[in-house]
Every structure is written in structure tokens, then in C-alpha cells.
């Protein structure tokens, strides 16, 4: 019988580390303690967000791959609990996802209270309690797909097959990995997205989760890692549903494609150019079973180095944002803005409404302000430099872009007659999103803790500023 390895369980030591030190992100998740990468298994549960993640639960590098937990009801103040899903027979435990089987077609459902039924494992009864049921590769040479599932609402996972896995190494390389599984409802199956090779993504079909049947690779160039595929409807450019979906298939470095799946086989009928323009957003995922229709994703903010800073836990995720596809003249965008609960955050608000850039200085420099939500939009053509906490961010009216240090230059033309950047600023990150989130650069940056200024100057038109003061997300968290 294959067991969890015990040893690796190591939350109770992290009880009491506190969220307080001087580089701690302040509404970014970051384990109390020890290295993080991937968000794993984000799905919507019973009124709770739950957010696994790569986790080492024994060190702030890389290793001993586990996955992490936290739940939230509102994705911004996040609970870390025990570690979730533990090594086991010598293999680690690595990226995958997890989904709500509301029909038990994998018949792990707990039979009802006073139920004539005294076992459970009947596929289709339907009992009160659904399975919460997470795929991760069991990395081991050579690597596959193994099943965890749950009834407690992932406090505890209990290894289906005795941990054996249900998908195979395909033999392409030996580290098959990070399976992405949802249900399709036309064709009423399980589909499975798998990254088998550089270039490849594989797809997989079941009506069970037990038993697959691979149905088509999905050939993309350079195609890497972590899969994600999602299907979203298309909004025109007021947000209003068209009534046309496209799915959106992308890899860990989230370079995105669209384009049509009939449950077996994905058709690309376009692919954009790097998605994400800072250097941190990795390894994205998106919440399954929403309860509320939008897609939410979070990324890995990579290379976030806090032990350089001697923090005792290492690495962040980016702030939820919702994933949209929007129609306009020119075809279809990918936009990303945080979701709109980063509202609840908000301990003061300072707003200002057409005024040059110049005359607004002296106003700006009563705001003293460490974490961030700030919105500004301009009339087109003009320069303008914004500095916040030291990050510089200029706008070149004559090429149309944002530009800063910490990424590349993003494409911020008129709409509706402005120009328009919202930023997000915490301890140790900068997210930029320009022209409703059509261009987002997401980076790790640490502004200097005693630097709490904002500075705007140039001749620009400023059509509104809002700057929102945020409070910290761990407010109610213990320590
Ligand atoms: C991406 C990744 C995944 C893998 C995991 C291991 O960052 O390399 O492919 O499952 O990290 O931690």
C-alpha cells in the first residue's frame, strides 16, 4: 500500500511565522514558510477557493515537490492549512489540477447519511458531498498521471489506483507532465491537455477519470509545459457577451492561442505574441467551477528571490485576475484586470480629474502609500512620467507605449479618446495593465520599503488619476 511520506508534513512548525517582515508581499500569496512555484488544483469548492501550489515543505529552494494548500472565500485574503497532497513511494508530487465531480462518475462519493447503501464506489449515485478529485504527475522516472481525491473539502486526499498512474509516460520524454482536466459538456467526457514534449500537448478523453483514451496532440511550436485550455465567451469591447466562445490554450510561459475544440481535437486559429510582457508571469492557472462565470487566473511571479532578503519563505503568485476575449475592429484581445474583490482592500482613496500632470504634483506629494492600486488616463499624444515608490514608468506619445525597467515596452493606444494604465504595487512586485488589461506586464521588483512617494510630471492631459491605498491582505490571518 502506498502511503504519503509523514515526514514531509511540516505546517505545524510554520505557526509561527507571521506575515509581518519588512519584504513580505502584502496582498500577493506567499507560503508562511519555504518555497513555492506553480499554483496547482485552483478550484472553487463549496463556497471556498482552494489554491495548491508547488511547494517544498522543507526548504526555501526548489525541491520535495508537494503540493501546498490555502483557501480563501474571496481569493484575496487567503489561509494557508496543512500540506495537501505528500510524496510518496519516492516521487514527488508535481503540477496537475482539480475539479468538482458533481456526477461521481469516479464513484468516490461518500454515501448519504442513512443511505440503504453501505459502500461507496458506485459511479452515479449522487450524494450530498462531491469529490473534490486532483491530478498531478507523481514524478518518478519516467513520470505519469496519478488521481488524489478528497471528501473532506481537501483537508485530506486519499491516493486512488494506490497512487499508480491512470495516464502513462507516452514515451516521448520521461517527464511527462502537468495535467489539465475539465469536463465537456457536448460530448459528455473528461478531457485531459498533457504536456508529453517541447512542442506538443497531448489530449486525452475519459468518461470515468480512470480509464483514457488518447484522442489528438494539440502541435504548437515551442509549446512548454503546464498546460492550461479554457473555453470563454467573446465579449465585444463593452464587455457584452456576442454570443461566440473561443478556446484559449497556453503554456507555462503564457503565450496564448484560440481557436475551436469539438472535445477531441483543438484547431488554432490564432496564436498572439507574448501574452505577458513582464519577466515573472509562469506556470498560470485558472480556476475551475466558478461559481460565478468568470474565469480567474493566477500565475507564479518567478524569480521572485525573497530569500536574497532573508525572508523565511520564498517565491509569490500574482493577483487573480479575471482572463477575458474581447472583440474590436481589429479581432480578438486577451485581457486580463484583477478582480474587482481587490476593492475590499481599499483603506483610502485619492482622486483627481482633469488637471495637467504638473499641476497635480503638489497634490500627490501629501500620498504616502505602500501598497498600490492606481488607475490614470490621459488624452493621447503626449509624455508622461509616472513614478511610484521609485519605479519609473513613462509613456512615449509618439510610439504609444508604457515603457519601465522592469519589462517590456507594452502597446497603449487611444480608446475612447484615452490613454489608460492601472498599477498594482506591493512589497515585492509591479503588475501594469494598460487599455483595460490588452497589455499586462506582471514583475518581481522590491521598491525600497522607506520609499512611499508617487510623482507624475510632463505636459499631459490628465483626464483622471485614482490612487487606492491598500490594507494587507493577511489582516485576518493568525500571526
Ligand atoms: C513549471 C514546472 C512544472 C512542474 C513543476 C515542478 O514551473 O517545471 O512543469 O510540474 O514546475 O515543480
Known sequence: ?????????????????????????????????????DPNGMVHYDGEYHLFFQHNPQGTPWGNMTWGHAVSTDMV?????????????????????????????????PVRQGSPRQSSGQAGQAGDVKTLVAFFTFAKYPYGQSIACSTDKGRTFTLLNDGKCVVPNQGLIDSDRDPKVFWHAPTKKWVMVLYVQTGIA??????????????????????????????????????????????????????CSIGSFDGASFSIEETFSKSDLGPSFYAAQTFSNSPDGRTVIIGWM???????????????????????LRQDREGIRLCRQPIREIETLYKATHAFEAVTADALAPQLADIDAELLDLSIAFA???????NMRGIDITYDGKANTFN?????????????????????????????FANEGSAVATSYVLPAPENTSIQLSGDADIRSLTVHELESSWGGAEG
Open 1 to 37: 500500500m502506498s502511503s504519503f511520506d509523514n515526514s514531509m508534513q511540516t505546517f505545524e512548525s510554520y505557526l509561527d511565522i507571521g506575515y509581518d517582515q519588512k519584504y513580505r508581499p502584502q496582498f500577493h500569496f506567499t507560503s508562511r514558510k519555504n518555497w513555492l512555484n
Open 77 to 109: 485574503r487567503w489561509t494557508q492549512l496543512p500540506h495537501a497532497i505528500l510524496p510518496y513511494d519516492e516521487g514527488t508530487i508535481f503540477s496537475g489540477t482539480a475539479l468538482v465531480d458533481h456526477d461521481n462518475t469516479l464513484g468516490k462519493q
Open 202 to 255: 497531448r489530449i486525452f478523453t475519459s468518461e470515468n477519470m480512470q480509464d483514457w483514451t488518447l484522442a489528438s496532440d494539440i502541435n504548437r511550436e515551442g509549446f512548454h509545459e503546464c498546460p492550461d485550455f479554457v473555453e470563454l465567451p467573446v465579449l465585444d469591447a463593452d464587455g457584452t457577451p456576442t454570443g461566440e466562445t473561443r478556446w484559449l490554450l497556453y503554456d507555462a510561459r503564457f503565450e
Open 302 to 324: 518567478r524569480e521572485s528571490n525573497f530569500v536574497e532578503q532573508d525572508m523565511p519563505f520564498n517565491q509569490q503568485m500574482s493577483f487573480p485576475c479575471t482572463l477575458e
Open 380 to 386: 493621447p499624444g503626449q509624455d508622461l512620467a509616472l
Open 404 to 432: 519601465s525597467e522592469s519589462c517590456k515596452p507594452l502597446p497603449a493606444h487611444p480608446v475612447d479618446g484615452n490613454i489608460a494604465l492601472r498599477a498594482l504595487v506591493d512589497r515585492g512586485s509591479i503588475e501594469l
